[in-house]
């Protein structure tokens, strides 16, 4: 499954595409602004999008709300936060998330919730 990650952070990409790869998701691809990223999710239509909720351009969620609303409609939204302050569960499901997480040092909730929409849309 084509997974999209729209990061800034150069470390934390490093570190996800490491993680996202052991745990056998190798189709990734990743933009490191808002726009980019939802551009790409427009021309590649991927299953999931892994949105951090803080990038140079635009807020996650803004990118969040564009992806849902664009023809990258099906995809399965991740927001992500290194805040966990900033992290507010209604406004990502308000922009269209189906799923927030906090980054932490092993992105382990990230991959469960990776596999958790690996799962969900397979039985669909």
């Known amino acids: 499954m084509k997974i999209l990650i729209v990061e800034d952070n150069d470390q934390d990409r490093k570190l996800m595409l490491r993680f996202l790869s052991k745990a056998g998701y190798t189709e990734l691809?990743?933009?490191?602004?808002?726009w980019e990223g939802i551009e790409c999710a427009v021309r590649t239509q991927p299953g999931i999008v892994?949105?951090?909720?803080?990038?140079p351009d635009m807020q996650g969620f803004e990118v969040c709300r564009a992806v849902k609303q664009s023809c990258a409609a099906s995809a399965k939204i991740i927001v992500?936060?290194?805040c966990i302050?900033?992290?507010?569960?209604?406004k990502a499901r308000k922009a269209g998330a189906d799923d927030y997480v906090v980054?932490?040092?092993?992105?382990?909730?990230?991959?469960?919730?990776?596999r958790a929409m690996v799962q969900e849309k397979e039985t669909i």
């Open 29 to 34: 691809s990743f933009a490191a602004a808002g």
């Open 85 to 90: 302050d900033a992290v507010d569960a209604g």
């Open 103 to 114: 980054k932490t040092s092993d992105f382990f909730p990230l991959i469960e919730a990776v």
């Open 50 to 55: 892994i949105i951090d909720t803080i990038l």
């Open 80 to 82: 992500m936060t290194g």
